[in-house]
T-cell receptor, first 115, second 112 residues
Framework: ETGVTQSPTHLIKTRGQQVTLRCSSQ?????VSWYQQALGQGPQFIFQ???????GRGNFPPRFSGLQFPNYSSELNVNALELDDSALYLC??????????????FGPGTRLLVL | SQQGEEDPQALSIQEGENATMNCSYK?????LQWYRQNSGRGLVHLIL?????REKHSGRLRVTLDTSKKSSSLLITASRAADTASYFC????????????FGKGTTLSVSS
């Protein structure tokens, strides 16, 4: 197992609500990335944070936002939830950024269901 | 959009057999990585191979990379029931690529 933890493990929300997912990175890692994985699909890159700044973003609308804290933990916020936001949300940490991405260490994920 | 495509989508073998999964991608890469995912949980990194490398080994795993064909393969030798999982290839594009770009994965089932 990696040292990356995520909370909560499962979450049920209704359409239009807002949700916050949390991630604690592995010790010594200063970069956190978030991915969305729909059922039967591969993970899709949402964004990456390095030293509290966004360091790359995938093709997701602005209602997906994030934060990174001085201890390198991170939050993913999703506003105005839609049914298609139902997915497994994965957080991954890595020790470097600002260059080419090397190995990432994934947490167990948060499974979000939007009704 | 997904850059990588794994083949086959599903693979069923007996314990002790070898399993081969293939990955094709579209644009130039800096490196290619293989990950394993058990039962829809977190991904576990298996191997990273750089664009200037052709083959890497790790235990029972062997990965090859052919940049001229834009393809990679993952070979698992002497499969075990515990190898049952989904396997994903992920590419990192050149020049400060910050994202892993995953394919849809191959689901491997190893029966005893």
């Amino acid at each position: 197992e990696t040292g990356v933890t995520q909370s909560p493990t499962h979450l049920i929300k209704t359409r239009g609500q807002q949700v916050t997912l949390r991630c604690s990175s592995q010790s010594g890692h200063n970069t956190v990335s978030w991915y969305q994985q729909a059922l039967g699909q591969g993970p899709q890159f949402i964004f990456q944070y390095y030293r509290e700044e966004e360091n790359g973003r995938g093709n997701f609308p602005p209602r997906f936002s994030g934060l990174q804290f001085p201890n390198y933990s991170s939050e993913l916020n999703v506003n105005a939830l839609e049914l298609d936001d139902s997915a497994l949300y994965l957080c991954a940490s890595s020790p470097v950024a600002g260059g080419v991405q090397e190995t990432q260490y994934f947490g167990p994920g948060t499974r979000l269901l939007v009704l | 959009s997904q850059q990588g495509e794994e083949d086959p989508q599903a693979l069923s073998i007996q314990e002790g057999e070898n399993a081969t999964m293939n990955c094709s991608y579209k644009t130039s890469i800096n490196n290619l990585q293989w990950y394993r995912q058990n039962s829809g949980r977190g991904l576990v990194h298996l191997i990273l191979i750089r664009s200037n490398e052709r083959e890497k080994h790790s235990g029972r795993l062997r990965v090859t990379l052919d940049t001229s064909k834009k393809s990679s393969s993952l070979l698992i030798t002497a499969s075990r029931a515990a190898d049952t999982a989904s396997y994903f290839c992920a590419t990192v594009l050149n020049q400060a690529g910050t994202a892993l770009i995953f394919g849809k994965g191959t689901t491997l089932s190893v029966s005893s």
